[in-house]
Structure formats: C-alpha cells, structure tokens
C-alpha cells in the first residue's frame, strides 16, 4: 500500500551551485482541522526525506527519532517513518514545519568525507492522514526558505546557528520531483535513534588557557546549552574525545587535519544568541567527544552545559559486576562504545570515519547481541550490505559504502574476514533470537559471498600449484590479514598482503564461513546445501592444515595465529591441546602480554580458558600494561580505544578512542567469567572462577528468559549460584565436577 498516496517530493531549494554548502531549508504549510474531523481517529503522519528532517506541528518536534529518516544507501533504500501526531493536533488553524538538513545524503561522509555522496538534492515526501482520510500531502503548495536558522550543518563538520534567524522570511515555492518510491522502506525497517543519557558539564581550564567542558564520559551525541546572553553574541565549540599529553584540548587523534575531507571533522558548533534566554542543541549533527572547548564572548556564569548520548534504541540485556573495580569499568566501556557506535547502523567510531565496517560489526556482533537488544539494529544493517554486494558476490569492507571509488579503493574490497560479516551476523543473530527469518532473508547473500570467495581460491598462485588443495587455498586478493597486531607496521602488512594474500586469516574464514553456511542451511531444512557447505569447509580446512601447519602442528610466535585455528575449529583431537599449551607459552614468554590483533582478540581468552589455561586468561585479563586491556582503563578511558596505545605512557593520545572491536572481552565477562552462553544450542553455563576477582555476578535476558550466573569466594569457600528461567534447562559445567543437565529456578552449589 503505497501510505503517501498523493503526496509528492517537493525540492525547497532555490538553484544553486553543487559545490556551495547550502543552509537548512524551512518548509511549511497551514491546514485547518474541523471539530467533526478531530474526532476519534489517530492523526499520523507519514515522512521521509532525501537529507535529513526534523518535523514540528504548532510548534511542537513531532516524535523523538534524531536524525531521520537514518542512514541508508539512499539511491536503493529509504526509510519512512510513522508518527501518531493525534495530541499535536487542534481544531480550527494548523501549521506543520520541516527542516530539512544535509546528513548522509549530502554532507561529508566516511573515510574520505565526500560530500554529496547520493545526490545535491533536499526533497520531501510526507502525508499527514486522520484515520484514512488525507488532511495534507507534501505538493506545490508549499512554502520554502533558507533563510531559517540552521545555517550551515554537516555531520563530520558540525553546526551553525543564528538564534536571530528562527522567523524565517523570503518564503517562495517548492519544486516538484519525481524521485522513486519502490525503494521506501517503513518503520519496521529500522529503530528510532533516539537522546539516552545524559551528563552534566564540568568547567575547567587548560594549561594554555582554553575554556573547556569535561562531561566525564566519552560518547557519541551532542550538547545541550542553556545560558542567558545578549543579541550576536557568539560560542563556539569543538567536540573532542580526550585532553593531549599538555592537558590541552585536542582533535588530533581522529582529525590529522585531513587532506580529502574539505577541511577535516572539527565536529565545531557555531551559535549566534538572541537577546535573554537561550536554549540550544543541534539539529543535524552528533559527534564522538567527552571534552567541549569552548569560545565565547558571552558571560559564562549561569550558563548550564549537558552532553546527550544518542544511539539507536536497544535496551540493555546484558549484565556483569565482579570484585574488581577496572574489570567493572572495561565491561561499561565496552557497553559505551557499543552505544556509541550504534547509530541506525553499527559503525567503526563515532569521529573519524563513521563507517559502517564490515569487519567490525562481525567481530563484535556476538557481544553486542549479548550486551544490549541491537537484533533489529544490525538486521537492517544487512539490508545494507545485501544491496551492496557485487554481482561476483563480493561483499564490500563498508555498508552502505561511502569510499570514493577510487582504483585503489576498489581493489581494498572484499577482504576475508571482513566481507564474512554477512555470513557471521546472520548466524549471530540467529543464535540469540532463534529467529530463522534473518537466516532466509540473508542466505542469497551469503551463498553469493561463499562462491566469490571459492572463485577467489580457484586462482592460486604459482608456487601453490603443487598444492593438492590449491582450488579451496584463499591466497588472492587483498586482506588485511590479523590486522592491528600490536607489534607489527599496519602499514606494511597492508603491502604484503597486496603482493602474497594472507593465507594463514583468508583460507581460515573460508573455511569458517561455509562451516556456518552448512549450518544454516541445516537450520532452513536446505540438505543438499548443507552436504554441499560442509564439504567445501572440510576442504578448506585440509587447504589450511596442509599450508598453514605441519600436519596440525603449528610453527609461528604470532599468537593469532593458535587462536584462530583453535577456534575455528581447524585442528583435531590432540592438536587442539598441543597448540593452546604453546599459545600459552607464548603468552607466559611475552610477560602476560597479548599480540593478537582485530580478529583473533575476541577469541583469545575463551581459548585459553577452555583449554586448560584460564589462570592465563585472567592474568591477560587483568594486564595494566599495555598491550593489555585494563592499560587503558588505568589511564582514565571511559570507551574502548582502536589501538591498544591510545593515550601512550607520556599521555599522547593517538587513533579513535571510541572502536568497540576490543570491547568483545566484555562479551566473555558474561559468557566466558561467569559462564552463560545462550545460543544456537541451548543454555549452557560453564563459569571460570578466579580468586582475584574475588565474586562475579552476570545476567542476560536471552530468549529463554533471564539466566544469571554468579559466584564467591567467602571464607576460603568457593560458591555459586545459577538462575536458569522458567520452562528452561541448562547444560551446567562447573569446574571439576560431571556436566549435568539443570533445570529452572534457582541453584546453589559449594565447593
Ligand atoms: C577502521 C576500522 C576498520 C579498518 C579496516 C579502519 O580505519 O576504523 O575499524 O575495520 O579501517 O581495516
């Protein structure tokens, strides 16, 4: 049913050129509502747009979704969205305003901060309906203006406003178009972003003088300010993540002042006061900071200054507290830059490239989907991929992609273990909601994924062609490999991988994708493709032992390079053990130091601990130093940082601080510490106590209900207490004792 019926896409811009930054433009209409038409029937109000809106009826912003319609690759997907207006509504006169803002569509965006990546054109499509019957539809008759005052707004550069400007004048008319509407999408579609937490400002000043806010919590949202002030009177501020090695405010970290972004992401708001009272957030951007310096001309005594998180919403479902106050803080940090990358899609970070990275979503899904309820959040996301994959079937690195489309950022395309996200997210989501449907949905994608990845192996290099299993040996294309291992160049690994493939982490997820592919067909009853899936994972594993062991003996100092294996399941029977006994020696030799990078990380304490070696996890666990988890919760970090040495020993800050791919260990706090696991095969609980930590208590509403899980050393006694739900069992493996199957309600157990 098409909601809008006959409304049309207005244009409220006057021409311009393309390259001209515009304001926000500022659309109306009156309408009038009799007594007899205001009677029973929900008022609602359909609208979308090409840009970004913020709707208000009588004055009033209707609804609370930030940032809307989302973030779509707008050319094959749109979203609408569908607000119940029935109390903004009068009898007698009426007046509805749209602001349309740049966004995604048209301001500067991902990696290379392109700008007007969709298109140079703002558009509206609304229809305000009472029941059934049309009341007013978006057409020519319409007023615009850009005289409103939302002057410039752009979600890397950030905001202007003039609080002088907001009655708009020069109203003229709109411009009909005909843009598509096979592609809108409703509100099924995605969740709202919506404001969540919020924090109080701190006033301090820096070393060199500067004026700055300390909200006390990195995040991703805006500021609200309230403060009184007189007419032109002017405050400017730039959102930052943390202070520099001086104490000095900083963007350097995530802006090196860049050479494609038309002036880099000083994430700046610039505001112009009215006389008295002023009041004051933005409209069309959301930064990634904890800091706000500040400029101002204006008397900063009274003024209030609050920071706003604003994500996607997803409650939380995932609980963790321990006798160890760092191991409390990492677990919030990783619940904070989960929050803080999760706007309408999951992204990289919340300052730099915003970009909705393969790679990283696959790697942190199986926490994310623990942590908070992000299903429907990361199932659109995949809508997005699936209308990025390429007839080969390559799944691209970002969705939607936003990269200039550069040869060389063609070639990057497609990499193993970042492209497998379509397969791995799915099968996640899956696991934690038992909803097939998610599975149906993205099976072309990832058959489509699997069989350019089997083309890719098909084209083995020379010095394989000995290989028996050279047709499933991934040794082409570009990969990133490991990537961000903390003693290796990034940089060079990028260029030898580009010249040599990266076998060792391509031929391993081949394996690892048509492993899950098997399963998955498994699930939607598909036998033939399942038999077909797990052939093809045999082979690559065979491919993988042949090249990448010695007969599954393993002869490498990278820890990855155990772990992955381990994992994935590419050793058998005793092999497993040989190689988690010498991942372990490698770990005891590097000081109790990890040197697994953005793919085997998540897996290295869940190897450790299942395999003997849990003391050893928790002494990586527990690391202050760096590379090591709690280094960066010692130094003061309130998120997970992309790189293990964010903020260096003399205080330097360095990279994004705000990446969660690190933030998976917080999934083992609940899964691996206190031992839920809540998947594809039922309730198990396999808890790893620790004395150092004293107790540890988890819960997680599943889709079975709430499990808990927790356990204490009292009096030299070790304990534990299990909640399993109602109509539920659990397979239970305590340590040193039989598996056993519980059933719901509460358990205590003694030592
Ligand atoms: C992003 C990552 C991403 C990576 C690809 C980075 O610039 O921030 O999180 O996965 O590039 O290697």
Known sequence: MDVFKEAVWIDPELPHSKDERQPASVLRRSFTVSPAEKTGDPARLFITCHGLYEAKINGSRVGDFILAPGCDNYKKRLQYQVYDVSELLRTGENLIEVTLGDGWYRGNVGIDGICNYYGNDLALLCRLALGDRTVLVSDESWEASQSGPVRLNDLQKGEEYDARMETPEDWHGVTLREWSRDILVGPEGCVPVIEQERFEGRLIKTPNGETVIDFGQNLAGYVEMKLD?????????????????????????????????????PQRIDYICRDGLNTYKPHFAIFGFRYAKIETDADLSGAEFTSVAVYSRMPQTGFFECGNSDVNRLFENALWSMRSNFCDIPTDCPTRERAGWTGDAGVFAPTGLMLADCAPVLRKWLAECRIEQREDGLVENIAPVNNSGSMISNMLQGAAGWGDACVIVPWEIYSATGDTSVLEENYGMMTGWLGFCLDRASKTRIKNRKNPYRKYLVDHGFHFGEWCEPDVNNMQTMKQNMTNGAPEVATAYLHRSADLLSRIAGVLGKDKDAEKYAEIAESSKQAYRYTCTCKGKIDSKRQAEYVRPIAFGLLDGDEVKE???????????????????????????PVLAENGHADTAYRLLLQEDRPGWLYSVKKGATTIWETWDGIDDDGKPTASLNHYSYGAVAGWCISGICGINAGAEGIVIRPFPNKELKFADAALDSRFGRIESGWKYENGKLSFDILVPEGASAVLML?????????PGSHHYEE
């Open 229 to 265: 002030a007189s007419e032109g009177q002017k405050i400017t501020l730039w959102h930052g993540e943390t202070l520099d090695e001086n104490g000095n405010f900083t963007q350097k970290n995530f802006d090196p002042g860049d050479r494609n972004k038309n002036g880099g992401i």
């Open 735 to 743: 340590p040193g004792r039989e598996a056993e199957t519980i059933g």
């Open 579 to 605: 190689a988690a006994d010498t991942l372990n020696e490698l770990v005891t030799e590097n000081g109790y130091h990890l040197n697994t990078g953005f793919l085997a990380t998540p897996f290295l304490l």
